[in-house]
């Protein structure tokens, strides 16, 4: 993703011209960037999907256009995900060391929100920074498949798109602040939401090893 801040300058964040100038190749780059996020999750296209979701509240891009983008885009990457780790394709990337560095990353994921195999709970991962990628990884290397990793792929990709999108459009709406300023504060709140989850999850998972070791004993 081209970070917008970069890019632009967060004050341009607002002006209707930078993005009419732009006109559909900036949806498309939206897609890409969410695509791509998928398989390297450090890229921050979550900070483009939120600033779109700001402009949406300022009418400058269409609501459902960015959620739709934004959900094709999603799914096309995490469906990546799952045929890489399924068919083992993921040992191209062992050729350098950012795909190594990136599957080490998934798996300490994955063991952090409890080796989570279950569809419910590839679908709870989600939540947490990097559980985008460690869901579809640990869906493929568990072998989930028939309708159950479809209904994954398709309420996943809804329900993140609806969360950054919608987390955008609110803070847009209801703080009064310029489109930079929202988009700074969305980035803030989905942060700190991820970190709860995070901890709740951990906390959640201690709890269930603690509740092992006396049984065994």
């Given at each position: 993703?081209?970070n917008?801040?970069?890019?632009f300058?967060m004050n341009d964040l607002?002006?209707p011209?930078?993005?009419q100038?732009w006109?559909?190749?900036?949806?498309?780059?939206l897609?890409v960037?969410v695509a791509f996020?998928a398989?390297v999750?450090?890229?921050?296209?979550?900070?483009m999907?939120i600033?779109s979701?700001t402009?949406?509240?300022?009418?400058?891009?269409p609501?459902?256009?960015?959620l739709?983008v934004?959900?094709?885009g999603?799914?096309?990457?995490?469906?990546?995900?799952?045929?890489?780790?399924r068919?083992?394709?993921?040992?191209?990337?062992?050729?350098?060391?950012?795909?190594r560095r990136m599957?080490r990353k998934?798996?300490r994921i994955s063991?952090r929100a409890?080796?989570?195999?279950t569809?419910?709970?590839?679908?709870?991962?989600?939540?947490i920074?990097?559980?985008?990628?460690?869901?579809m990884?640990t869906a493929?290397?568990?072998?989930?498949?028939?309708?159950s990793i479809v209904?994954?792929?398709?309420?996943?990709?809804?329900?993140?798109?609806?969360?950054l999108v919608?987390?955008?459009?609110i803070?847009?709406?209801?703080t009064?602040?310029?489109?930079w300023a929202?988009?700074?504060?969305?980035?803030?709140?989905g942060?700190?939401?991820?970190?709860?989850?995070t901890?709740?999850?951990t906390?959640q998972?201690?709890?269930?090893?603690?509740?092992?070791?006396?049984?065994?004993?």
């Amino acid at each position: 993703m081209t970070n917008p801040a970069i890019a632009f300058g967060m004050n341009d964040l607002g002006d209707p011209a930078l993005y009419q100038e732009w006109g559909l190749y900036y949806f498309l780059v939206l897609a890409v960037a969410v695509a791509f996020t998928a398989i390297v999750p450090p890229f921050p296209s979550e900070v483009m999907v939120i600033a779109s979701g700001t402009m949406a509240a300022e009418e400058i891009f269409p609501l459902l256009l960015v959620l739709s983008v934004t959900f094709l885009g999603c799914l096309a990457g995490d469906i990546g995900v799952y045929l890489l780790f399924r068919y083992k394709l993921i040992r191209l990337l062992y050729r350098w060391r950012w795909g190594r560095r990136m599957h080490r990353k998934m798996l300490r994921i994955s063991l952090r929100a409890g080796g989570a195999s279950t569809w419910v709970g590839l679908l709870l991962i989600r939540g947490i920074p990097g559980g985008r990628s460690a869901s579809m990884a640990t869906a493929g290397i568990v072998r989930l498949g028939g309708r159950s990793i479809v209904a994954l792929c398709l309420l996943g990709s809804l329900t993140w798109s609806l969360w950054l999108v919608g987390l955008g459009y609110i803070t847009g709406t209801t703080t009064g602040l310029p489109p930079w300023a929202s988009t700074a504060a969305a980035i803030v709140v989905g942060t700190l939401v991820g970190l709860g989850i995070t901890v709740l999850m951990t906390r959640q998972r201690s709890r269930r090893g603690s509740e092992r070791e006396p049984a065994r004993t």
